[in-house]
């Protein structure tokens, strides 16, 4: 099994053979986590629609949710432009966080070091 | 100007010093784009809240809409659990995507090689 020629011509990977997946949850837009894929874990995922990754810190595949039940069903995939990024649209069984969280991305925001003040924000003129 | 030490901390890099940075259109909760971002690149977005990334390929800083237009104005940004990735929540003006697009994510989607057909999918059984 190999991914479709085209698919491989395109994908555009990192020095260390990886690009990123983001996860969106289908229903709320949420986006819930990035991780990353070499061309095996893309295989996996599209063979399965199961969300496989390769993990950078253990070196190895992991299916979404193997261990923790929480499961990605993967509906959808996107690659973008310029090839180095997919977009996964998926269904995400409970947290799609390790910590327990819904989202990896749930947590407290950076603090901006412009000086610039709400009142100068472009929303709020208009609308 | 430096980044505070405690996100210093927390930021995962990869060989090359980059992290990753979603950006989410705030309106739409659309992904428009993934971009890398060094340090210095999240320094200036904090500073300015325009998104500001560093191109691989050309090895330099860049602000989104510079040559443009298509400006990104930055709400909100988070640091992801294991600090490898942001996510960004913008204002997009006109087209994120170099091409003309919307998002770099307007591409066809890829041809997943499972053999389940889509009455099996769990969604179109319960509702």
């Known amino acids: 099994m190999a991914l479709p020629a085209e698919l491989a011509a395109k994908l555009k990977r990192g020095p260390d053979g990886l690009f990123a997946a983001i996860a969106q949850e289908r229903d709320t837009g949420i986006v819930l986590m990035m991780a990353w894929m070499d061309d095996e874990a893309l295989e996996r995922t599209l063979a399965t629609r ?3 990754y390769y993990s950078r810190s253990r070196q190895e595949y992991w299916v979404k949710g193997e261990t ?3 499961t990605q069903y993967v509906h959808d995939i996107r690659i973008d432009c310029d090839g180095d990024t997919l977009l996964l ?4 069984v409970g947290a799609a966080c390790h910590t327990g969280n819904h989202s990896c991305f749930d947590t407290e925001p950076l603090e901006f070091t412009d000086s610039v003040i709400d009142s100068t924000d472009p929303d709020t003129g208009g609308h």
């Open 50 to 52: 199961k969300g496989t």
């Open 68 to 70: 923790s039940g929480h």
């Open 89 to 92: 649209t998926v269904d995400q």
